[in-house]
């Protein structure tokens, strides 16, 4: 049973996905395609909206423990790296920040890696100088 105290996180939680939900408007680019931007899900945004420090929201996140607070930042943590890796694949978040946002949520989240990190470069010597 969920105690007032886990009610109340629960609910404030649900507030601010909902207030960056809110955000969101339609924008048409210059090529004509259409594209929402909103309020990004961050460990950032959600720290401010509980009053909560980020270090204690990722401490309590790694407890454990099934309908517990813990469980509810847990969720929170999971849902906000969803959102980011979901926005990095769409191309609506840069691959960088992406990566940078998701090593701070510490939920082992991870971005298929770039085309750079994808690549082989091979690199032929030409002792000899036949290619002058």
């Not at 404030?12 to 259409?34: H, P, Q």
């Not at 909206?49 to 996140?61: D, M, R, V, Y």
Request: net charge negative; hydrophobic share 35%; with cysteine.
């Amino acid at each position: 049973m969920e105690s007032a105290r886990q009610k109340s996180l629960k609910s404030k939680i649900e507030a601010y996905f909902a207030a960056c939900d809110a955000t969101a408007e339609r924008v048409t680019l210059k090529n004509g395609s259409v594209t929402i931007r909103q309020t990004p899900y961050t460990l950032a945004g959600l720290s401010e909206h509980l009053a909560i420090p980020q270090g204690e929201i990722l401490a309590k996140s790694r407890k454990g423990g099934d309908g517990t607070e813990s469980k509810l930042l847990s969720d929170a943590l999971r849902r906000i790296g969803r959102y980011i890796v979901e926005h990095a694949l769409l191309g609506e978040l840069q691959y960088s920040v992406a990566a940078k946002l998701l090593e701070e949520l510490g939920t082992g989240e991870k971005l298929p890696p770039d085309e750079e990190e994808r690549s082989i470069v091979i690199v032929l010597e030409d002792k000899e100088g036949w290619s002058e």
